[in-house]
């Protein structure tokens, strides 16, 4: 191996040296090879090492990515409810102040009204980026970004969802749209609400009442709605420059 050649090498110096006979160029040649064998040895032991560290980067931010994907679908799917939370405050306004609306759609409005959403994410890539060592990554400006991703946007959004009181709308507002609507439902043998009889027999005051509840959910689903759209473009933008980093791997 490399260290019993040194060793070998070390010993030809000293006798070398304690030779009356030799020359110092000898010497100089001798140490001269020994110097370059070491350095090509630190030199290959660095590029191992810095190769091996880019294939487990090149495979975490891979990791990253997928999960990342999924991360959208989550989003899309809570984007969609409340979307159709906001759809559901405009259809339900309708039939307080006694509008005509499409009863067919009824139910699914109700449970939309009042419907709460939950953040889930895939961190087990950025767990096992941390893991490993967050300098693992040496592109600065994309290790910011993840970690601010992560450990910012992505507990913001899950502290409004779950956490928020402003959001929690099943435990603020049911009981009270339920127990205005639900003694003027209709349902059908199985139990379903197929239809409302309509107008509302309901005081001014307590129409006020529901209104405000629905003026107050479509204005802090709106609000939620736009940060999605935020994290939306953040996440597919830091899928964009992991694939051009893996790419240039």
């Given at each position: 191996g490399l260290a019993k050649r040194l060793r070998l090498r070390y010993t030809n110096i000293k006798n070398y040296v304690m030779t009356p006979s030799t020359g110092w160029k000898s010497y100089a040649w001798e140490f001269f090879t020994i110097f370059i064998a070491v350095i090509a040895a630190f030199t290959l032991n660095n590029w191992n090492e810095n190769r091996r560290d880019n294939r487990a980067a090149t495979k975490i931010l891979t990791e990253i990515s997928n999960g990342l994907q999924k991360d959208l679908v989550d989003i899309n799917i809570n984007i969609f409810g409340h979307n159709e939370g906001t759809a559901a405050c405009k259809y339900w306004r309708k039939i307080i102040q006694n509008e005509e609306v499409d009863t067919d759609s009824l139910g699914q409005y109700y449970l939309a009204l009042t419907r709460d959403f939950f953040s889930a994410q895939n961190n087990s890539g950025y767990e096992t980026l941390?893991?490993?060592?967050?300098?693992?990554?040496?592109?600065?400006?994309?290790?910011?970004?993840?970690?601010?991703?992560?450990?910012?946007?992505?507990?913001?959004?899950?502290?409004?969802?779950?956490?928020?009181?402003?959001?929690?709308?099943?435990?603020?507002?049911?009981?009270?749209?339920?127990?205005?609507?639900?003694?003027?439902?209709?349902?059908?043998?199985?139990?379903?609400?197929?239809?409302?009889?309509?107008?509302?027999?309901?005081?001014?005051?307590?129409?006020?009442?529901?209104?405000?509840?629905?003026?107050?959910?479509?204005?802090?689903?709106?609000?939620?709605?736009?940060?999605?759209?935020?994290?939306?473009?953040?996440?597919?933008?830091?899928?964009?420059?992991?694939?051009?980093?893996?790419?240039?791997?």
């Open positions: 941390k893991s490993r060592g967050l300098e693992l990554l040496q592109n600065d400006s994309l290790r910011f970004d993840i970690i601010s991703l992560y450990e910012y946007d992505y507990e913001s959004l899950k502290t409004m969802e779950e956490n928020y009181y402003e959001m929690q709308f099943q435990a603020n507002y049911f009981k009270e749209f339920n127990d205005v609507f639900a003694p003027h439902f209709e349902f059908d043998e199985f139990g379903n609400i197929v239809g409302i009889n309509t107008p509302l027999d309901i005081s001014t005051e307590t129409k006020q009442v529901l209104l405000a509840y629905l003026w107050k959910i479509q204005l802090n689903r709106r609000f939620i709605l736009i940060y999605y759209a935020s994290m939306e473009q953040k996440i597919k933008g830091i899928m964009e420059r992991i694939e051009a980093e893996i790419g240039e791997e």
